[in-house]
Structures are given as structure tokens and as C-alpha cells.
């Protein structure tokens, strides 16, 4: 999005380190992209009302998403909108479960 609407800013989160590192170097010579380490469930960084939209992917899943809703509503100027990406099934965590059910 960011090399095709260049007239607009993004601001790109994440709660670890590497996953921003990662996108720094995908984002390598876009001078209109930001990067943060913060979780989805605390943006004090960020004044509320600030951003004209929000776009998760697989991270509602990982969080209190009680907080991380408030704060993502919190952030968004009023209007605005936010997209997000879940997961329905995580098959990758299914042999994990039935390790455990079969242990315990």
C-alpha cells in the first residue's frame, strides 16, 4: 500500500522486534513509512484520533482483545475505519493439542 499511495503516511506496528526489523528491510526506500515496537493493546505513543484507519493482520487472536479494540478505537479519528484478518482454524496448533490431551 505504502509504494502505491505515496502521498499518505503508515505507520507499521508490531510486538517484537524482529517481526519491525523484517518490515524495515521489505520497506527498504520508502521514505513514507514508520515503524514501531508496540502491541496492539497499548499505543500510549500514539495521540487518540490520530490515524484515518487501522489494518491487522492475524494479531486479534494474540491479544485482550477487549484492550486492543479500545485502543485501536481510541487511535482512530472519528469515522474511520479498521480492517482485520483472523484466523477461523489453526490447524498448526492441533498436534500440540492432542499432545496434551493425550498426556493429560
Known sequence: MAKKLTQHTFVLTD???EMVD???KRADGLSNVEFHVASAEDFARFPSES?????????L???DLPRALSEISRVLK?????????????????WPQEALKQLY
Open 22 to 24: 523484517k518490515a524495515v
Open 61 to 63: 487472536m494474540f491479544v
Open 51 to 59: 490515524f484515518d484507519a487501522a489494518v491487522g493482520c492475524y494479531v
Open 15 to 17: 510486538k517484537q522486534q
Open 78 to 94: 472519528p469515522g474511520a475505519l479498521a480492517w482485520f484478518t483472523v484466523w477461523t482454524e489453526m490447524p498448526f496448533f492441533a
